[in-house]
């Protein structure tokens, strides 16, 4: 099991991410989902994308059970349930970040209505599988849309059912398309970062190998492979980021670097120089 902890913040800044803003990273990240429904077995959804009405579009291949099961119920839909699933970046001993399950009713999108939702799903999120939904006879995937009726967030830290409002309303974390390359440089060719971030950490966290496990505007989270078990640790920022160049001087903050905007020391006058 995974242990969680913190460093201390100040009060007036949110420690992390919302479970609202976690599921919408989650969403725009690009990992692994499936979608289950009774009686069959589950299917990969390449495109699972949130829709400003409340929905999911999802796609499933066109081939699987599920999807006869779907246009076989019409207008009433099927009940269903969405896994994605978070993965960290890194080869960990745990690697699942996080779990979300999103339950509704799931239902075939009519043909008259396929190409429009496609120009909408695809002007904020351009899967190469969208190509093959509605292409003849080459159509690879079906196109089908999920009504929301509860979303739950699971970690490590326990579990949430979050409210489709405060889902609607949160945003993706500006760094989560660049997470991953990010902290696969991190651990690949910056040790000596991870380092002064695992300097960080109280004395007793230090006795496994630290890896880096997250990034997002309000801090960077740490993984501690102990032996006697895994324990994550948060790093906040002092203050949220939301640029490249904000990210950069909070991590430099964490490390104690004492030039924040990554500049040269004076050159010290000598006298008589």
Not at 116 to 141: F, H, K, T
Not at 146 to 173: C, F, M, N, Y
Request: charged residues 20%; proline residues 8%.
């Amino acid at each position: 099991m995974v242990k969680t902890s913190a460093t201390t913040a100040p009060t007036t800044t949110p420690a992390g991410p919302s479970s609202a803003e976690r599921i919408r990273s989650t969403c725009a990240g690009g990992g692994g989902a499936m979608l289950a429904v009774e009686g069959v077995d589950p299917v990969s959804t390449p495109v699972h994308h949130l829709l400003d009405d409340g929905s999911f579009a999802v796609t499933i291949p066109v081939d699987a059970p599920l999807w006869a099961i779907v246009v076989s119920a019409g207008t009433a839909g099927v009940q269903a349930v969405l896994e994605m699933t978070d993965y960290a970046p890194l080869r960990l001993r745990e690697p699942v970040r996080s779990l979300v399950w999103i339950r509704g009713g799931v239902h075939a999108v009519p043909n008259t209505d396929v190409s429009e939702l496609l120009d909408l799903v695809a002007g904020v999120d351009p899967n190469p599988a969208l190509l093959e939904v509605n292409s003849g006879g080459q159509s690879r995937y079906a196109l089908m849309r999920l009504q929301i009726e509860s979303v739950v967030v699971a970690d490590a830290t326990g579990a949430e059912s979050v409210g489709l409002d405060a889902l609607l309303q949160a945003r993706p974390d500006p760094f989560c398309a660049m997470e991953s390359c990010w902290l696969q440089h991190l651990e690949s060719a910056h040790q000596d970062v991870v380092h002064r971030l695992a300097s960080r950490l109280p004395a007793t966290m230090r006795r496994g190998r630290v890896r880096p496990l997250g990034l997002d505007r309000y801090g960077v989270r740490l993984r501690v492979e102990a032996t006697d078990g895994d324990h994550d640790v948060r790093l906040p920022f002092p203050n949220p980021v939301d640029d490249v160049t904000g990210l950069s001087q909070a991590i430099r903050v964490l490390m104690g670097c004492p030039f924040l905007n990554g500049l040269q020391a004076r050159r010290v006058e000598r006298p008589g120089g």
